[in-house]
C-alpha cells in the first residue's frame, strides 16, 4: 500500500524535484548549473594569464595583416596619386600620418605598402626555412662525412656580413622586391640550417626513434614520421624571429634603393622619400619607421612566446 505524498515530496501539486528546479540534478549527479562548463570563464581565464606584451604583438601583427588583405577598410586616399595644395601637411584629423612632398597621404602608403613588405619578408622567410631546414636535416640525419661537408660549407654563410651578403646576391639578380626579398632569405639559410641539425642529432638519439630502426622502420619513414615532426618546434620559433628580421632587412635595402621602385609604397622607400625632410618635416620618417619597429618587436615578442611552449 502507497502512503500519501509528504509535504517535501509536494508543493503545489507539483513533485519537489520540480518545485526545486532550481536544484535539479544534472546527468552527472551534480546540480544542472555545475554540469555545464562554464566556458566563458575558461576562455576570460586563458586571455588573463596570457602576457599582455604578448597580446599587443598579436594585435599589432593582425592588424599589419588586414592592412595588407583589405587596405581599402583603412583608407580612402590613393597611396599614388597626391594632392599639391595638401603637401607636406603634418598629421591630424584628415591626415593621420600627414602628407608627403606631393600632397599624397603617408597613412594610406604605409597601409597599401604592408602587402609588399610582409610579402618580401614572407618569401624571405620561406628560402631560409626551406633551403636551412633541408641542408640541416639531411647534415644531421646522414652524419658521417656528408654532415661535415654540408655544414662546412654553411658555415662560410655567417663569415660574410648578412648586408653584404645581401647586396652580393642582389648585384647578380638585380634590384626588385621578390630578388631583395631572395637575398635576405639566402642570409638566413645558415640558422635554419644549424638549428635544424642540432634538432634532428637530438631526436634522432631518442629511444622511440631507435625502435623504429630496430623494428625494421626505413631510413626516410623513420625521418618523416618521428624526427621531423619532433624537431621542427625551434625551428618554426626562429622563423617568427627570422619574420621580423627579414622585414627590418628588406626595409634597409628599400632605404638604399635596391627595393621597390618609386612610387611604390614600400616601408624602406617611405622613410627614403622623407630623408631629406627630417629638419622640417618629421613625421615622413619617424612614423613609417615607427610602424617597422613595432611590426619587428611584436614578431620578436610572438617568437619568444613559441620558443618557450616548444622548450
Not at 8 to 32: L, W
Request: net charge positive; proline share 7%; glycine share 14%.
Amino acid at each position: 500500500m502507497t502512503g500519501a505524498p509528504s509535504p517535501a515530496e509536494e508543493s503545489n501539486g507539483r513533485p519537489a524535484a520540480v518545485a526545486n528546479g532550481s536544484q535539479a540534478a544534472g546527468v552527472d549527479g551534480r546540480p544542472a548549473e555545475a554540469a555545464r562548463p562554464g566556458r566563458g570563464r575558461m576562455g576570460r581565464a586563458w586571455l588573463g594569464r596570457m602576457p599582455v606584451g604578448l597580446v599587443l604583438a598579436w594585435l599589432v601583427v593582425a592588424l599589419v595583416l588586414l592592412w595588407a588583405a583589405v587596405p581599402g577598410l583603412f583608407t580612402a586616399y590613393d597611396p599614388i596619386a597626391g594632392v599639391p595644395a595638401d603637401k607636406l601637411r603634418p598629421p591630424g584629423a584628415d591626415h593621420l600620418f600627414g602628407t608627403d612632398a606631393v600632397g599624397r597621404d603617408v597613412f594610406a602608403r604605409v597601409v597599401h605598402g604592408s602587402v609588399h613588405s610582409l610579402s618580401g619578408a614572407l618569401v624571405a622567410v620561406g628560402v631560409g626555412l626551406l633551403l636551412g631546414t633541408l641542408l640541416g636535416t639531411l647534415a644531421g640525419a646522414a652524419g658521417g662525412v656528408a654532415d661535415a661537408a654540408v655544414m662546412r660549407v654553411v658555415d662560410v654563410l655567417p663569415s660574410v656580413p648578412g648586408l653584404l651578403l645581401a647586396l652580393t646576391v642582389i648585384i647578380l639578380l638585380g634590384p626588385g622586391t621578390v630578388n631583395v626579398a631572395i637575398a635576405v632569405g639566402i642570409g638566413s639559410v645558415a640558422a635554419f640550417a644549424r638549428l635544424a641539425r642540432a634538432e634532428v642529432v637530438r631526436v634522432r638519439r631518442t629511444d622511440y626513434v631507435e625502435a623504429a630502426f630496430g623494428s625494421g622502420g626505413r631510413f626516410p619513414a623513420v625521418l618523416w614520421r618521428h624526427v621531423l615532426p619532433n624537431s621542427l618546434g625551434p625551428v618554426i620559433a626562429l622563423a617568427a624571429l627570422q619574420f621580423g628580421a627579414a622585414i627590418l632587412a628588406i626595409s634597409t635595402l628599400g632605404f638604399l634603393g635596391y627595393g621597390a621602385e618609386p612610387p611604390t609604397p614600400e616601408w624602406g622607400l617611405l622613410i627614403a622619400e622623407g630623408r631629406n625632410y627630417l629638419a622640417t618635416s618629421w613625421w615622413l620618417t619617424t612614423l613609417p619607421g615607427a610602424v617597422v619597429v613595432a611590426v619587428v618587436l611584436a614578431a620578436g615578442r610572438i617568437s619568444r612566446s613559441i620558443g618557450r611552449e616548444h622548450a
